[in-house]
């Protein structure tokens, strides 16, 4: 028997598999919400649609950073302010200590209550967030200063590393996000003797000319107080001026994730609601086309063959 397929029927053929095709199509699309799920769906899309994926990632990455580096400079700034408070309180007590009336008992009184300020500040270089030290600079892993009276500043350097990390905002510009403890507390003249702002020999000093009843000595060291002061604030500035900067550099990545999250999004995704239609009309002509089966004039038994 001769079961040669005609024209008819081979052109039923192909309608019906195509319309096959259509309705796996339109049903890959509404259950993935896809229109490209692979490169034969649009060859030319899917260089794009990599680049923008690598960019939001990337971008992910830089949004994760600002925000841990954020809660740091947060840290920084209010551990500063805390520090010139304190030194502002040890300003105030050498003030009263340094009187000429004031009986060595209550300069003894005095220098106790200097003691814990010292130890305050000392405190305060070594502030952690989530277990690193901010003011260690680039070694992290331990306290930068300890209290030890045998110094000539009270205090033992520990770290002397410094401090070199930058963030990178979305466009790659870099933002200095840190100082260390001696940069801050603890500045050096290129001799290694103290700067003027070294709030560490301003601390002790005054501590010392208490403990000693010198009078001038406590004036002198109140005036050293006051330079170590305004030396705060500037560092304070920096970490005030490095919070903008890196608040500003969230909210450009921000932005930047939502106009590639939007470009993706039309190289990307479905038309679900239109998919769906698609979807629902393949069917319908599937059905259709199956219905004709029977008055498509072929050989006998092909459609028998076919089912």
């Keep these: 028997m001769d079961f040669t397929i005609s024209a008819a029927a081979r052109q039923y053929l192909a309608d019906l598999n195509q319309t096959q095709n259509q309705i796996n199509q339109a049903q890959s699309q509404v259950s993935s919400g896809l229109k490209v799920q692979q490169p034969s769906d649009d060859p030319s899309a899917i260089a794009e649609i990599l680049q923008l994926q690598t960019t939001i990632a990337q971008n992910q990455q830089v949004q994760s950073n600002l925000s841990g580096v954020s809660t740091e400079l947060n840290t920084a700034d209010s551990s500063l302010q805390t520090a010139i408070q304190a030194v502002q309180s040890a300003i105030a007590i050498g003030e009263e200590g340094s009187g000429t009336t004031t009986t060595a008992d209550t300069q003894a009184n005095l220098a106790q209550q200097i003691a814990g300020i010292q130890q305050t500040l000392v405190g305060i270089t070594q502030t952690t967030v989530d277990g690193h030290y901010i003011f260690s600079g680039d070694d992290a892993s331990q306290a930068p200063y300890q209290l030890d009276s045998s110094q000539p500043e009270g205090v033992l350097q520990l770290v002397t590393a410094g401090a070199t990390r930058v963030i990178q905002d979305a466009n790659g510009t870099s933002i200095a996000v840190a100082k260390t403890a001696q940069e801050i507390f603890d500045p050096k003249n290129s001799?290694?003797?103290?700067?003027?702002?070294?709030?560490?020999?301003?601390?002790?000093?005054?501590?010392?000319?208490?403990?000693?009843?010198?009078?001038?000595?406590?004036?002198?060291?109140?005036?050293?107080?006051?330079?170590?002061?305004?030396?705060?604030?500037?560092?304070?500035?920096?970490?005030?001026e490095a919070e903008n900067q890196v608040s500003t550099a969230a909210t450009l990545a921000q932005q930047f994730q939502l106009q590639d999250k939007s470009s993706l999004s039309q190289l990307q995704d479905a038309d679900v609601p239109t998919a769906a239609l698609e979807l629902t009309q393949a069917q319908t002509q599937q059905q259709a086309e199956l219905s004709t089966a029977a008055k498509i004039e072929q050989e006998p038994n092909l459609f028998s063959m076919l089912g």
Excluded: E, K, M, R
Aim: proline letters at 2%; hydrophobic letters at 40%; aromatic letters at 8%.
């Design 191 to 240: 001799d290694g003797t103290p700067a003027t702002g070294n709030t560490f020999a301003a601390i002790n000093s005054l501590l010392t000319a208490l403990q000693n009843n010198d009078t001038a000595g406590v004036s002198t060291a109140v005036t050293s107080l006051q330079s170590a002061s305004s030396y705060l604030n500037d560092q304070l500035a920096f970490y005030g």
